[in-house]
């Protein structure tokens, strides 16, 4: 499904895809896996390094982490 406004177009993810674009984004940052960085980030393991480009960057991509 998509939604198409003018130039733009959004398109709606299923959950699975959401998983699959955060566990990429995730193994080509960090070398995690979605899991793995979950896991990681509920024990605290990225406290203070939200100044750190990839943390920062996969921080505001954890919604497509835990979609449903």
């Known amino acids: 499904m ?38 990681s980030y509920l024990q605290g393991d990225f406290e203070g390094c939200e100044e750190d480009p990839g943390v920062r960057d996969l921080l505001a991509l954890l919604p497509f982490a835990t979609a449903t």
């Open 2 to 39: 998509s939604l198409s406004t003018d130039n733009n177009t959004v398109e709606w993810l299923s959950a699975e895809q959401a998983h699959d674009l955060f566990d990429q984004r995730a193994q080509d940052i960090l070398g995690l896996s979605r899991e793995e960085f979950i896991f």
